[in-house]
């Protein structure tokens, strides 16, 4: 069982720069893929960010690709999303995920991840 706890959305000028936390607990973060999800109301929730298990290998979204960076602190157990350049269409509610290496399926869908934040909210105002 892997809990995860998301932090540090908040409200930003189109422009600015905002960095998510998910602190997990329950399982190591280097023994499991993590990704970020967005969504916002009445749309599907839409892949962000990955960040494979050992670190081998992250992938972006073609819409936020160079300007958001998916990292990792083993030491904190913690998965970052830094995210600048924002946009008014960055709005959304962001999910921090989680599975395990064995879980299988696409690595962008969310039916990939069995393990779930709570959410953060990010409003970007033009």
């Known amino acids: 069982q892997v809990q995860l706890v998301e932090s540090g959305g908040g409200l930003v000028q189109a422009g600015g720069s905002l960095r998510l936390s998910c602190a997990a607990s329950?399982?190591?973060?280097?023994?499991?893929?993590m990704a970020w999800f967005r969504q916002t109301p009445g749309k599907e929730r839409e892949f962000v960010a990955r960040?494979?298990?050992?670190?081998?290998?992250?992938n972006y979204a073609d819409s936020v690709k160079g300007r958001f960076t998916v990292s990792r602190d083993s030491t904190q157990n913690t998965l970052y999303l830094q995210m600048t350049s924002l946009k008014p269409d960055d709005t959304a509610v962001y999910y921090c995920?989680?599975?395990?290496?064995?879980?299988?399926?696409?690595?962008?869908?969310?039916?990939?991840?069995?393990?779930w934040g709570q959410g953060t909210q990010v409003t970007v105002s033009s």
């Open positions: 995920a989680a599975s395990s290496p064995t879980y299988g399926g696409a690595r962008y869908s969310p039916n990939s991840y069995p393990y």
């Open positions: 329950g399982r190591t973060v280097e023994n499991i893929n």
């Open positions: 960040f494979s298990w050992g670190g081998r290998s992250t």
